[in-house]
């Protein structure tokens, strides 16, 4: 029982033997937040990414080594986490070409409406966000599948 008396969310524990599953241990992880995991290594929901892997990516202006908060926070992350690396390249493929389409909508001051402006200004913090998510999947993807893509791996 936790406190204020709430029940825990999870109440039961199933032990498998090796005995009876032998080869689960033998398994890769495949999917996109597990291999960040297994080969850049996830600390208490951050992931320090070296600039080698965002060299390219980002702006010269932050050189750093940044560090990534991956939570369901991120749009973008809760999207892609659970899928299959295989899988990864296609969606943010179509998130990128969402950040386009949103970047197309800009209003030309000249002929548009300060309504019309103010209605993308309201967007501009989330395409802001949603791009740069982008910049750091789309290298930390790269990244994975160059070791993912080798026969080492397979």
Same mark, same amino acid.
């Given at each position: 029982?936790?406190?204020?008396?709430?029940?825990?969310?999870?109440?039961?524990?199933? %032990?498998?033997?090796?005995? +009876?599953?032998?080869?689960?241990? @033998? !398994?890769?992880?495949?999917?996109?937040?597990?291999?960040?995991? #297994?080969?850049?290594?996830?600390?208490?929901?951050?992931?320090?990414?070296?600039?080698?892997?965002?060299?390219?990516?980002?702006?010269?202006?932050?050189?750093?080594?940044?560090?990534?908060?991956?939570?369901?926070?991120?749009?973008?992350?809760?999207? %892609?986490?659970?899928?299959? +690396?295989?899988?990864?390249?296609? @969606? !943010?493929?179509?998130?990128?070409?969402?950040?386009?389409?949103? #970047?197309?909508?800009?209003?030309?001051?000249?002929?548009?409406?300060?309504?019309?402006?103010?209605?993308?200004?309201?967007?501009?913090?989330?395409?802001?966000?949603?791009?740069?998510?982008?910049?750091?999947?789309?290298?930390?993807?790269?990244?994975?599948?160059?070791?993912?893509?080798?026969?080492?791996?397979?």
């Amino acid at each position: 029982v936790l406190g204020n008396g709430r029940m825990p969310l999870i109440d039961t524990c199933l %032990i498998l033997d090796r005995d +009876i599953d032998l080869m689960t241990p @033998l !398994l890769s992880p495949l999917t996109y937040e597990a291999l960040i995991d #297994e080969f850049m290594g996830i600390n208490q929901g951050m992931l320090k990414v070296e600039l080698e892997v965002v060299d390219g990516y980002m702006e010269d202006t932050d050189r750093r080594e940044p560090f990534l908060r991956l939570s369901s926070n991120d749009k973008l992350y809760n999207d %892609i986490r659970n899928a299959n +690396i295989v899988s990864v390249g296609r @969606l !943010l493929q179509q998130k990128s070409i969402r950040v386009g389409e949103m #970047e197309a909508m800009k209003p030309d001051e000249r002929t548009s409406s300060v309504q019309d402006i103010q209605d993308f200004l309201v967007k501009v913090p989330e395409l802001h966000e949603l791009k740069e998510s982008l910049q750091y999947h789309i290298a930390i993807t790269e990244k994975i599948r160059k070791i993912t893509d080798s026969a080492d791996f397979r």
